[in-house]
């Protein structure tokens, strides 16, 4: 498993990629990168992104933003065989990223999640892609959100659980929720509780839940059945 942050410059990351009809691909970043100004002096961020981390009152939130939305435009690049500041982003209906059609074509998709200190990147050839990640920590209405929320079988997934697994327990479920409905492009406007994710039970989907690393929890989505899961 690779991230891009921690192991060198951005710049380093030039080497063309090349993703397969059946493929996705899951990055990792670490967004705890101490020299994380240098994104923007390199001007690898647009000047909205610019603007926008400027504006977070917290020094770890604009890190946090920075670091991700660079080490995403570096991957992407990699992929559409151009310069990170090049790559051209839209946002759909429910707040979902995509890339400009015009400048980049139809052919690939990706999605993008962080928290706390880790962030996703999900990429794939023209299939819609949802990623989610969450830092596993104490949730105050927890069996209020599972009532709400969580679908009948979900809940009774919840409810077997031991006390100690219940808060993983329901990350990993919420985790899976968060991506099925942004790969399908209803975002969290859609009714969470309408929605069972219960692995299988999605003929038209990969649904795969994943550990990014200790103390987190995610989950990747993708429309198609047969998808090849590979880690950068």
Known sequence: MKSLVGRGTFEDYSRPL??????????RIALDRANWRQSLAS??????????????????????FVVCRANLRM???????????????RTGAHG????????????L????SHSYELALVGVTAASEVGVDIERVRP????????????APRER??????????RLRTFFRHWTLKEAYLK?????????????????????????????????????????????RVRWW
């Not at 090349?18 to 990055?27: K, Q, T």
């Not at 979902?96 to 052919?107: V, Y």
């Open 96 to 107: 979902k990223p995509f890339l400009e059609p015009a400048a980049h074509g139809q052919r």
């Open 139 to 150: 949730l105050e209405d927890l069996d209020a959100m599972v009532a709400r929320h969580f």
């Open 18 to 27: 090349v993703l397969a009809a059946n493929e996705v691909h899951v990055w």
């Open 156 to 165: 009774r997934a919840f409810t077997r659980a031991a006390p100690a697994d």
């Open 43 to 64: 001007r690898l961020l647009a000047g909205d992104e610019d603007a926008r981390a400027r504006r977070l009152r917290f020094e770890e939130d604009q890190r946090r």
């Open 183 to 227: 790969a399908s492009g209803v975002g969290l406007s859609g009714p969470l509780d309408a929605v069972d994710v219960t692995i299988g039970r999605h003929a038209e989907w990969t649904v795969r839940p994943l550990s990014p690393d200790a103390g987190y929890v995610a989950a990747l989505v993708v429309a198609g059945r047969g998808h």
């Open 109 to 112: 998709r990706f999605n993008v």
């Open 75 to 89: 991957i992407l690049s990699r992929y559409l065989d151009c310069r990170p500041a090049d790559v051209l982003f």
